[in-house]
């Protein structure tokens, strides 16, 4: 089931109803918006397509481009689809947004339409900008979210495991600086870190520094060994290249 009808006129803002068809495909998947051209199958009796689709949709876009309103004679005409759609939709109580299309399409005015169509003007419009089309489409898809709470959920279901290698993190309330990476050089507050070539690991603990440790459990030896169990207030400071010392010298 499509979730938002397009409503458009050949002629007339049928590029910006691929569009919006396109962008919405994209976020919500291929078959949550219907536009007549692409979602009504060769062959299909397509008035009762039309209807049945959009009674079962959750949200009406009417695209309305530069010469919209120049056709008088169709939108007074009875059977006209631009003008069904519309009456249908107010007639199922379905949300109707107007989407201007173009930088220069003014919005509508209750004298030049029908007064079964006036409505229209009265109706909060957005509008879609060729030439700002990434931020429009982008800001029209954030107001079906809002519009349509199915897609909504849709888009914010959970997300599938990060692949192998990645870098992912949770947080909650963070007050200063927070920094994801997996290789960093810099400092981030009062912690200095430079060129590491594995894991770098700062916070409370204790840092017990020597040639061998054992804690926990836990035995540590090595050239530069650091290890942080409790507070820690200080300077940190290695020393490497000196002469080596075997472990179970310990004069």
Sequence with gaps: MADVFIN???GDGNETAALIDNELSNRFG?????RASKSIPPGTVYPDALLTSLRRSALLLVVIGADWVNFQSRLRDPEDWVRKEI????????????????????RLKKD???????RLA???SVRLDTQNAEADLKRLGDLVTEMVPELHDLEHADAPASEPGSVSNSSGDIHGTAVQSRDFTG????????G??????????????????VSG????????????????HGDIRHRFGGPGQREDDER
């Design 196 to 213: 590491p070539t594995g894991p770098v690991h700062s916070g409370n603990g204790n840092i017990y520094q020597n040639s061998r440790h």
């Design 187 to 194: 400092d981030v507050g009062g912690t200095v870190i430079k």
């Design 112 to 118: 030049d339409l029908p007064a079964d169509l006036a």
């Design 30 to 34: 291929k078959d949550r918006a219907f």
């Design 87 to 106: 009456l249908e939709a107010f007639a199922c109580g379905l949300p109707v947004v107007p989407v201007l299309a173009g930088r220069t399409t003014e």
């Design 122 to 124: 009265e109706l909060q």
């Design 8 to 10: 458009y006129r050949t």
């Design 217 to 232: 459990g836990r035995h540590y030896s090595g050239d530069g060994m650091t290890n942080f169990e409790g507070d820690h």
